[in-house]
């Protein structure tokens, strides 16, 4: 399925965000999520199913000045 993530199309197979996040290389990193502007939360990641045409958002904490 096409979706798209922080701005990119990509290509997945993914069933769900926690699937994609493990995917992406960021499975246990503590990150922010959203699918179509709708927050998700890291307890609903792993039933968070998703479909084509979604958009996701992963956000990480930066430190810094």
Same mark, same amino acid.
């Given at each position: 399925?096409?979706?798209? #993530? /922080?701005?990119?199309?990509?290509?997945?197979?993914?069933?769900?965000?926690? $699937? @994609?996040? &493990?995917?992406?290389?960021?499975?246990?990193?503590?990150?922010?999520?959203? #699918? /179509?502007?709708?927050?998700?939360?890291?307890?609903?990641?792993?039933?968070? $199913? @998703?479909? &084509?045409?979604?958009?996701?958002?992963?956000?990480?904490?930066?430190?810094?000045?």
């Amino acid at each position: 399925m096409k979706i798209i #993530v /922080n701005g990119e199309a990509h290509e997945i197979g993914a069933p769900t965000l926690a $699937a @994609l996040l &493990d995917d992406l290389g960021k499975g246990e990193a503590k990150v922010a999520t959203s #699918v /179509n502007e709708a927050f998700v939360s890291k307890q609903q990641r792993a039933d968070h $199913a @998703l479909q &084509d045409g979604d958009r996701v958002e992963i956000i990480a904490p930066r430190q810094g000045g």
